[in-house]
C-alpha cells in the first residue's frame, strides 16, 4: 500500500481566515514535503521534514506555517493568504529522508481557492 | 541549478507508441523519476532510472543515458486512460531535492 491521504479535497478562504490542510501515511516513511503545484505547471517544493524535524524550507512565506505533530501526520497552517496562493496543495512522502532511490508517493492534493 | 526540459505536448492514436524525451543539465545527478498526473489529481510514480539503460514495467519503459543528459518515457500500446501529463523529475546528489520539468501532456486519440 502505497497510500497518503489528504484532506481537505477542496478549501475555500477568505485572506483574513485561519485554515489548516492534513496529510496522513501509514507506510513507516520518515520523510514528509509539501508541495504546490499551479495549474499546468509542475510541482514545486515547499518543506520537507525528516524525522519529525523541518530539514527544508523552500523560503516559503510565513503565512504557510508547517507542522509534524508525529511520524505519520503533516499539516499545514495557513494564514492571511493572498489570491495568488490558490493552488493544488501536495503532500508526499518517502522511506528514507533525502537518501538516493528514494520514491516520493503523492497524496491526492488539497485544491485551495483564496478569495 | 536544474534545467529540465521535456516537450509541452503530443498526441497520439489509441494502440500505438509514444516516446516523451526528457533533457536535464543538472549541477549533480541521484536518479531521474517519471510520474503521470491525470488532469486535478496527484502525481503517480512510474519509473526510476539512476544507471544507464532500459527499465521496463509493462506498457511504459523508461531510459537514461547520463553522458548525454537524456531520458525518454515510451509508452505502448496506449490506451485512452493514458492521456495525462507525464512529468521528468530529477533527483539531485547533496540535498536530494526532487526537480521537475513542465510536463508534457499526452492526448491518446481513438
Known amino acids: 500500500d502505497t497510500e497518503v491521504t489528504q484532506t481537505p479535497k477542496h478549501l475555500v478562504m477568505g485572506m483574513t481566515n485561519k485554515k489548516s490542510l492534513k496529510c496522513e501515511q501509514h507506510?513507516?516513511?520518515?520523510?514528509m514535503y509539501w508541495y504546490k503545484q499551479k495549474a499546468k505547471k509542475p510541482p514545486e517544493l515547499m518543506f520537507v521534514?525528516?524525522?519529525?524535524?523541518?530539514?527544508i524550507n523552500e523560503s516559503v512565506p510565513s503565512r504557510f506555517s508547517p507542522e509534524c505533530p508525529n511520524s505519520s501526520l503533516l499539516n499545514l497552517h495557513l494564514h492571511a493568504l493572498q489570491p495568488e496562493d490558490s493552488a493544488l496543495y501536495l503532500c508526499?512522502?518517502?522511506?528514507?529522508?533525502?537518501?538516493?532511490?528514494?520514491?516520493?508517493?503523492f497524496g491526492p492534493g488539497t485544491r485551495l481557492t483564496v478569495l | 541549478g536544474q534545467n529540465i526540459d521535456q516537450p509541452t505536448e503530443m498526441t497520439a492514436t489509441e494502440g500505438a507508441i509514444v516516446q516523451i524525451n526528457c533533457t536535464y543539465q543538472?549541477?549533480?545527478?541521484?536518479?531521474l523519476f517519471w510520474y503521470q498526473q491525470h488532469a486535478g489529481e496527484a502525481p503517480t510514480f512510474l519509473s526510476y532510472?539512476?544507471?544507464?539503460g532500459l527499465e521496463e514495467k509493462g506498457r511504459f519503459s523508461s531510459f537514461l543515458s547520463r553522458s548525454k543528459g537524456y531520458s525518454y518515457l515510451l509508452l505502448k500500446e496506449l490506451q485512452m486512460k493514458d492521456s495525462a501529463s507525464y512529468l521528468c523529475a530529477v533527483m539531485a546528489p547533496y540535498d536530494y531535492k526532487l526537480s521537475f520539468g513542465a510536463g508534457t501532456t499526452v492526448t491518446v486519440r481513438a
Open positions: 543538472t549541477s549533480g545527478f541521484n536518479g
Open positions: 508526499a512522502s518517502s522511506t528514507y529522508p533525502l537518501a538516493g532511490e528514494d520514491t516520493q508517493y
Open positions: 521534514y525528516s524525522y519529525e524535524k523541518l530539514s
Open positions: 532510472n539512476v544507471l544507464d
Open positions: 507506510m513507516g516513511h520518515r520523510a
